[in-house]
T-cell receptor
Framework: SQTIHQWPATLVQPVGSPLSLECTVE??????LYWYRQAAGRGLQLLFY??????ISSEVPQNLSASRPQDRQFILSSKKLLLSDSSFYLC???????????FGPGTRLTVL | DQQVKQNSPSLSVQEGRISILNCDYT??????FLWYKKYPAEGPTFLIS?????DKNEDGRFTVFLNKSAKHLSLHIVPSQPGDSAVYFC??????????FGQGTTLQVKP
């Protein structure tokens, strides 16, 4: 069966520090991968998606970037965090672009 | 521009009764709709989906209804259980495959 992992589960970082959140998927090959953000009391906002290694599409211009160095690995990064980057970050995968997406456990990021 | 809207931020229902969560959308190109359930500090869990070629899909206690002319879908939970208390998100997808989520509705099922 397929599983999706995210780490860390929680993270507290100072303003201006770098960020690296990792997501890995097991049990499937060539998944579509997604990064979402959920601000308090709001819906899920799609940040990036990837249909293959090295292929990243950005949905929202911002302080963040994403990379896919391996087939089942998706990384969310920032060179300098802002206070407004505090949020709950979720990784998801799907078999095909139009398929159901399955979410990881999420990372709670607090920028102080 | 909110293409998927859940206009009720919260809903409270007695255990054993029916819970009805509503969702409206504006984009007529959406052809696949999903409902997710989310507990605090966890990722959303897929519940049920429906294609635009159908108007109803049922899975156990969960039924999703789609009214394309009204651009409206709803999730019925019967009977409601205290463990159903969570935030419910509806989502819609067009031929690009990207999901657009509503803001969520917090369901509380009282014992």
């Amino acid at each position: 069966s397929q599983t999706i992992h995210q780490w860390p589960a929680t993270l507290v970082q100072p303003v201006g520090s770098p960020l690296s959140l990792e997501c890995t998927v097991e049990g499937t090959s060539n998944p579509n991968l997604y990064w979402y953000r959920q601000a308090a009391g709001r819906g899920l906002q799609l940040l990036f998606y990837s249909v293959g290694i090295g292929q990243i599409s950005s949905e929202v211009p911002q302080n963040l970037s994403a990379s896919r160095p391996q087939d089942r690995q998706f990384i969310l990064s920032s060179k300098k965090l802002l206070l407004s980057d505090s949020s709950f970050y979720l990784c998801a995968w799907s078999v095909l672009a139009r398929d159901t997406q399955y979410f990881g456990p999420g990372t709670r990021l607090t920028v102080l | 521009d909110q293409q998927v809207k859940q206009n009720s931020p919260s809903l409270s229902v007695q255990e054993g009764r029916i819970s009805i969560l509503n969702c409206d959308y504006t984009n007529s190109m959406f052809d696949y709709f999903l409902w997710y359930k989310k507990y605090p500090a966890e990722g959303p869990t897929f519940l049920i989906s429906i294609s635009s070629i159908k108007d109803k899909n049922e899975d156990g206690r969960f039924t999703v209804f789609l009214n394309k002319s009204a651009k409206h879908l709803s999730l019925h939970i019967v009977p409601s259980q205290p463990g159903d208390s969570a935030v419910y998100f509806c989502a819609a997808s067009d031929n690009t495959g990207k999901l657009i989520f509503g803001q969520g509705t917090t369901l509380q099922v009282k014992p």
